[in-house]
Nanobody
Framework: VQLQASGGGVVQAGGSLRLSCAAS????????MGWFRQAPGKERESVAA????????YYTDSVKDRFTISRDNARNTVYLRLNSLKPEDTAVYYC?????????????????WGQGTQVTVSS
């Protein structure tokens, strides 16, 4: 599956963005999806994950209650809504797919990756 992430940009602290990740595979519902981010000089980290039908989600502690992951299997797209953004959220955000119905957590669980979209939060 090929993944195309979009929606990044420059926003002031406290602002919002919605990231989208479109998948090329019409069997998109077979994949669990995840969002990851990588800030300059830091390792890539998991941000959020969603299972095949959206019934289960996961968030890393630092984004709980601020970010929301969702998916539309009819549109082969997964979203990440980013609210109450902070400067420390600045990073390149990547979407990833795991051929599994269940949630994926670690980077190594995901075989397919999008190209990344830059999110910059100014203070």
């Amino acid at each position: 599956v090929q993944l195309q992430a979009s929606g990044g940009g420059v926003v002031q602290a406290g602002g919002s963005l919605r990231l989208s990740c479109a998948a090329s595979d019409r069997t998109f519902s077979r994949y669990a999806m995840g969002w990851f981010r990588q800030a300059p000089g830091k390792e890539r980290e998991s941000v959020a994950a969603i299972n095949w039908n959206g019934g289960s989600t996961y968030y890393t502690d630092s984004v709980k209650d601020r970010f929301t992951i969702s998916r539309d299997n009819a549109r082969n797209t997964v979203y990440l809504r980013l609210n109450s953004l902070k400067p420390e959220d600045t990073a390149v955000y990547y979407c990833a797919a795991k051929l599994s119905y269940g949630l994926g957590f670690g980077i190594k669980e995901y075989a397919y990756w999008g190209q990344g979209t830059q999110v910059t939060v100014s203070s």
